[in-house]
């Protein structure tokens, strides 16, 4: 086992860009942290997020206002969700659910069948509720979804934690650019808190699920995702690449807790721990 817990923080709605297959998707020309970020002009103020290496996941197009770093903390990279469809919850199942022996599964099954103890929180937890083995939490805003994973970082017992941001979702659908800044900031300090607390054995992974850019009027929008990765014990990192499919952060998670042959995806356990 390379980490002994490991925390997903889902900002969901924040998208990187059309993705290749945009145009079946009405979302031609969506990019939803450009837009946020070209809305603020240029004061819109990540520096935890660009620490990690935000603005190195596209320096061929660079950020307004959040630019590569020379030495990222973090690793980075881009996914794209494989699925035909573009609901919200499509990149959420893909990420997690895999094709088991007898029945579509999730890794929040999995997990807790195996013994690791799995929270999972988020605004809207219907499409979840047959993950009953998991710890299921309802979340109102971002300040929620920090008080969970603070709660869950003082305990010491090994598994995972997976926390939707909720604010990002209520700032896409109602186009709201100045919302979804300001919410992205709120959460850009408590992010550095957070990593602040985590300790070596730690893994955190940042991405979005879906993206939904407040600019157009399409929701959600086909685009790229954000990947990031940090544990304080990886002080040296490098680039992700283009992931071809969200499942490849449940690949990871299970692979690191030795169930790698449940997976979907193709891990990058490896390519953060070599």
Do not use: C
């Amino acid at each position: 086992m390379a980490f002994h817990r490991i925390f997903v923080i889902d900002f969901a709605s924040l998208g990187l860009g059309e993705a290749p297959d945009a145009n079946r998707f009405q979302s031609v020309g969506a990019d939803t942290l450009g837009h946020v970020a070209v809305s603020w002009a240029d004061k819109l103020n990540l520096p935890t997020l660009q620490q990690l290496g935000l603005g190195n996941i596209r320096i061929d197009h660079p950020l307004p206002g959040i630019a590569p770093v020379d030495a990222p903390t973090g690793f980075f990279g881009r996914l794209h969700v494989s699925a035909q469809t573009n609901r919200r919850a499509t990149g959420l199942r893909e990420m997690w659910d895999y094709n088991g022996a007898t029945r579509t599964e999730s890794v929040f099954d999995t997990l807790p069948a195996a013994g690791y103890t799995v929270t999972v929180a988020g605004p809207f937890l219907s499409y979840l509720e047959t993950q009953s083995l998991a710890e299921r939490v309802q979340l109102g805003d971002n300040k929620d979804a920090f008080r969970i994973l603070y709660d869950r970082l003082s305990q010491p017992a090994s598994g995972l934690t997976y926390v939707l941001l909720p604010e990002f979702r209520f700032a896409g659908e109602h186009q709201n650019t100045q919302a979804f800044g300001e919410a992205l900031m709120l959460a850009d300090r408590y992010l550095a808190q957070f990593m602040h607390d985590m300790g070596a054995n730690d893994l955190l992974v940042i991405t979005a699920t879906h993206a939904d850019d407040p600019t157009m009027a399409v929701t959600p929008t086909r685009e790229y995702l954000p990947l990031l990765a940090y544990s304080p014990s990886r002080p040296s990192t490098h680039a992700l690449g283009i992931r071809r499919t969200l499942a490849d952060v449940g690949a990871t998670v299970l692979e690191n807790f030795g169930l790698a042959g449940h997976a979907a995806g193709h891990s990058f356990l490896n390519e953060i721990t070599q």
